[in-house]
């Protein structure tokens, strides 16, 4: 059944809501705040309401059915932290209240901050930035800054993997510095022999993801750190895929000098819908003066006067500034405290062996049946080539499109770039194996279907309610409005 458009049902004199009288004066509008031309429905209460429902059951999330996104990490957010986050001491706290009344918050913010660099092995951690796109872009003004304040000004050059996060070079060009791309060997790592031929007194660091976008743990990332500081140069860890390394590996003590977390990706706190998100970054103690700021602390100890400690905000000595107005998105910091608190230690350990386990069974099951360019064990998250042997013509989009009508949200295309047809599967610790094996089976499915009836995925997706668009054109001409635009008379 089509649902009808608000527009079409609306008729003059309904109304959807009931106002309070007026307790104040009436005066006109401006006349330049009136528009004659926004021709609103008018439509009951009921109307609205079924209208807005129908809108929102349209939409795909983890909370109604799989969501293997590779590289964005959609598990499941625990209500729980949505309860916490709606307390009242919480949700009512004003951005603008003194450190006095805002002790609770402060001391939660500190609390987290310590948990975050113990898991990381960074000795500073400061959890101001936005988002992850923040984050990033906070580290490599981190490093910028340590250089300049050396009067090494001659560093401008970051060296970034072809296997890395695409959002990497950009947050290098945004930070006033040139990406060099490294490519990647046979076995989806960095190659030695480019990253040795690429090191100069030029170089002011690289910026490298562990576990790379491919999948896997980078087997030589030692002797990658090394090379790079022998150089003079300091390492970035995008850590964006912390999700595979939680009570596993630290990244501080592997040597990386400076990393961010996606509070939404590892930590469960919402992802999506533009935000609000936290994009935390830890810091060695040669990058900690220059971490944004403020940052939550213990501003006096606990003593005879009071059995607790006082807590407060302070800015790092060479502090970059402020990434985020007030102390970030508080609500974020809520949600991650909770799932942090929640499982413990021993519990985060086993979020990440989880996760590696439900990546590997997917692959293992599917090894065969798609190609899989890095056929090696792989971290949280793995990528294979979306091509069926025998089926000339398929691709992955067609693949992805095919996979909606399974109830299946499509996982990440073309993406890392240097895989043909790419697609990139993470399944996260929060599916079960009869999840996984349904994944699986639809994938066996649509492979069989790719050699025997291949027009069923090209035309695909069929059950949903809007058919197979034109991505390039939706881009490039995109419509904000619920109202069909009539084409022009003779066509485009």
Request: charged share 20%; proline share 7%; aromatic share 6%.
């Given at each position: 059944?089509?649902?009808?458009?608000?527009?079409?049902?609306?008729?003059?004199?309904?109304?959807?809501?009931?106002?309070?009288?007026?307790?104040?004066?009436?005066?006109?509008?401006?006349?330049?705040?009136?528009?004659?031309?926004?021709?609103?429905?008018?439509?009951?209460?009921?109307?609205?309401?079924?209208?807005?429902?129908?809108?929102?059951?349209?939409?795909?999330?983890?909370?109604?059915?799989?969501?293997?996104?590779?590289?964005?990490?959609?598990?499941?957010?625990?209500?729980?932290?949505?309860?916490?986050?709606?307390?009242?001491?919480?949700?009512?706290?004003?951005?603008?209240?003194?450190?006095?009344?805002?002790?609770?918050?402060?001391?939660l913010?500190?609390?987290?901050?310590?948990?975050l660099?113990?898991?990381?092995?960074?000795?500073?951690?400061?959890?101001?930035?936005?988002?992850?796109?923040?984050?990033?872009?906070?580290?490599?003004?981190?490093?910028?800054?340590?250089?300049?304040?050396?009067?090494?000004?001659?560093?401008?050059?970051?060296?970034v993997?072809?296997?890395?996060?695409?959002?990497?070079?950009?947050?290098?060009?945004?930070?006033?510095?040139?990406?060099?791309?490294?490519?990647?060997?046979?076995?989806?790592?960095?190659?030695?022999?480019?990253?040795r031929?690429?090191?100069?007194d030029?170089?002011?660091?690289?910026?490298?993801?562990?576990?790379?976008?491919?999948?896997?743990?980078?087997?030589?990332?030692?002797?990658?750190?090394?090379?790079?500081?022998?150089?003079?140069?300091?390492?970035?860890?995008?850590?964006?895929?912390?999700?595979?390394?939680?009570?596993?590996?630290?990244?501080?003590?592997?040597?990386?000098?400076?990393?961010?977390?996606?509070?939404?990706?590892?930590?469960?706190?919402?992802?999506?819908?533009?935000?609000?998100?936290?994009?935390?970054?830890?810091?060695?103690?040669?990058?900690?003066?220059?971490?944004?700021?403020?940052?939550?602390?213990?501003?006096?100890?606990?003593?005879?006067?009071?059995?607790?400690?006082?807590?407060?905000?302070?800015?790092?000595?060479?502090?970059?500034?402020?990434?985020k107005?007030?102390?970030?998105?508080?609500?974020?910091?809520?949600?991650?405290?909770?799932?942090?608190?929640?499982?413990?230690?021993?519990?985060?350990?086993?979020?990440?062996?989880?996760?590696?386990l439900?990546?590997?069974?997917?692959?293992?099951?599917?090894?065969?049946?798609?190609?899989?360019?890095?056929?090696?064990?792989?971290?949280?998250?793995?990528?294979?080539?979306?091509?069926?042997?025998?089926?000339?013509?398929?691709?992955?989009?067609d693949?992805?499109?095919?996979?909606?009508?399974?109830?299946?949200?499509?996982?990440?295309?073309?993406?890392?770039?240097?895989?043909?047809?790419?697609?990139?599967?993470?399944?996260?610790?929060?599916?079960?194996?009869?999840?996984?094996?349904?994944?699986i089976?639809?994938?066996?499915?649509?492979?069989?279907?790719?050699?025997?009836?291949?027009?069923l995925?090209?035309?695909?997706?069929?059950?949903?309610?809007?058919?197979?668009?034109?991505?390039?054109?939706?881009?490039?001409?995109?419509?904000?409005?619920?109202?069909?635009?009539?084409?022009?008379?003779?066509?485009?």
């Amino acid at each position: 059944m089509t649902v009808p458009l608000i527009y079409d049902i609306g008729s003059p004199g309904r109304m959807g809501t009931t106002l309070p009288d007026v307790e104040v004066p009436e005066t006109e509008l401006p006349k330049e705040l009136l528009r004659k031309d926004l021709d609103l429905p008018e439509v009951s209460e009921l109307q609205a309401v079924r209208h807005f429902v129908n809108l929102s059951q349209l939409n795909h999330a983890i909370d109604t059915g799989f969501y293997p996104l590779g590289s964005c990490t959609m598990k499941y957010n625990p209500k729980i932290n949505e309860d916490m986050a709606r307390l009242a001491g919480y949700a009512h706290l004003h951005p603008l209240t003194d450190e006095v009344g805002s002790q609770g918050a402060l001391a939660l913010m500190v609390q987290l901050q310590e948990w975050l660099g113990e898991l990381s092995g960074f000795q500073g951690v400061s959890i101001a930035p936005a988002a992850g796109a923040q984050g990033e872009l906070a580290g490599i003004l981190m490093i910028r800054a340590y250089h300049q304040s050396r009067n090494d000004k001659k560093r401008v050059k970051i060296l970034v993997p072809d296997s890395a996060h695409g959002t990497n070079p950009a947050t290098v060009t945004m930070a006033g510095l040139q990406a060099v791309e490294l490519p990647s060997d046979k076995h989806g790592e960095v190659d030695l022999n480019a990253l040795r031929s690429a090191l100069d007194d030029t170089v002011a660091g690289m910026m490298i993801t562990v576990p790379s976008t491919l999948g896997v743990f980078d087997s030589k990332i030692a002797d990658v750190i090394r090379m790079v500081h022998e150089a003079g140069g300091l390492m970035y860890m995008d850590g964006a895929n912390m999700n595979a390394l939680l009570g596993i590996v630290k990244p501080g003590e592997l040597g990386f000098d400076v990393m961010h977390y996606n509070l939404h990706k590892t930590f469960s706190t919402p992802h999506g819908g533009g935000g609000p998100g936290c994009g935390a970054v830890g810091a060695n103690e040669k990058l900690m003066p220059f971490l944004p700021g403020p940052i939550a602390a213990i501003t006096e100890a606990a003593n005879e006067e009071n059995d607790a400690p006082l807590y407060g905000l302070v800015m790092p000595k060479k502090s970059i500034g402020r990434m985020k107005a007030f102390q970030g998105n508080f609500g974020m910091h809520v949600r991650a405290y909770t799932y942090m608190r929640v499982y413990g230690g021993e519990g985060l350990r086993e979020v990440s062996r989880h996760a590696v386990l439900n990546a590997n069974y997917v692959r293992a099951k599917l090894r065969g049946v798609y190609p899989m360019p890095v056929d090696r064990i792989c971290g949280h998250e793995f990528v294979m080539s979306g091509t069926v042997e025998g089926a000339e013509g398929i691709h992955a989009l067609d693949i992805s499109k095919r996979l909606m009508d399974y109830g299946i949200h499509p996982p990440t295309n073309y993406f890392p770039l240097i895989v043909h047809e790419a697609l990139l599967i993470e399944p996260t610790e929060t599916e079960d194996k009869a999840t996984l094996d349904m994944f699986i089976d639809a994938m066996k499915r649509i492979a069989q279907e790719a050699k025997e009836t291949p027009d069923l995925l090209h035309s695909a997706p069929h059950t949903m309610p809007v058919g197979r668009v034109d991505e390039v054109r939706a881009a490039k001409q995109l419509v904000l409005c619920c109202r069909p635009i009539p084409e022009p008379e003779g066509g485009d």
